[in-house]
Each structure stands twice: as structure tokens, then as C-alpha cells.
Nanobody, 116 residues
Framework: QVQLVESGGGLVQPGGSLRLSCAGSGIIFSAYHMGWYRQAPGKSRELVAL???????DYADSVKGRFTISRDNAKNTVYLQMKNLKADDSAVYYC??????????WGQGTQVTVSS
């Protein structure tokens, strides 16, 4: 059974930092492209950051220079380091495992709230 479990969300003040983690099981983690997505109330889910199975990364323009995605295949985990958080970053953050061809998998999401 495939599981992606996100953790690390919470309430943080503007300008603060958080690190999200997504632990995968039931898949050959290193073979998957891993992505972080987010969805705010009333908005569509959007790609935040992506790390390919080869280690290449890509970011949404809105988070470039503030967020860093990384992966540790030995731990079957992908991370999202978020710095200088803004109110607009508030959303539920989801982890996605994409094999490139075939079925993808999603985690259950973790809430990030940026507020003073």
C-alpha cells in the first residue's frame, strides 16, 4: 500500500520559517518525481516546487528564492524548506509522487498558516 505522509505544518508569523516533510512508503521512492503543491480556500491547487528523480528542481515564481525543495532517497523523504513566509503562503500543502508514466500518488496534506 502506497502512503505519503506530510508533516511539519503549523502556525507561523510573517517572515518566519517552516520545514515540511513527506515520507513515502510502498513505492520505489527514488524513481519518482516528487512535488509539493498547495491549495488555499477558494483557489485551485498549484505546484509549489518539484524535484525530479534525477535531482533537478523547479519552483513557482511566487516562491523562488524563499523555498527550497530537497529529497533524501535513503530516507524516502522529500522536504520543503520555507523561509520569509507571507500570508499568501497560507494553504494546505500536499506532497505528490509522480512516476512520469502511470499512476501518481498524493498525501493527505498539512496546513500552513501564516499570520500574526
Amino acid at each position: 500500500q502506497v502512503q505519503l505522509v506530510e508533516s511539519g505544518g503549523g502556525l507561523v508569523q510573517p517572515g518566519g520559517s517552516l520545514r515540511l516533510s513527506c515520507a513515502g512508503s510502498g513505492i520505489i521512492f527514488s524513481a519518482y518525481h516528487m512535488g509539493w503543491y498547495r491549495q488555499a480556500p477558494g483557489k485551485s491547487r498549484e505546484l509549489v516546487a518539484l524535484v525530479t528523480n534525477g535531482g533537478s528542481t523547479d519552483y513557482a515564481d511566487s516562491v523562488k528564492g524563499r523555498f527550497t525543495i530537497s529529497r533524501d532517497n535513503a530516507k524516502n523523504t522529500v522536504y520543503l524548506q520555507m523561509k520569509n513566509l507571507k500570508a499568501d503562503d497560507s494553504a494546505v500543502y500536499y506532497c505528490r509522487a509522480n512516476p512520469g508514466r502511470g499512476r501518481d500518488f498524493w498525501g493527505q496534506g498539512t496546513q500552513v498558516t501564516v499570520s500574526s
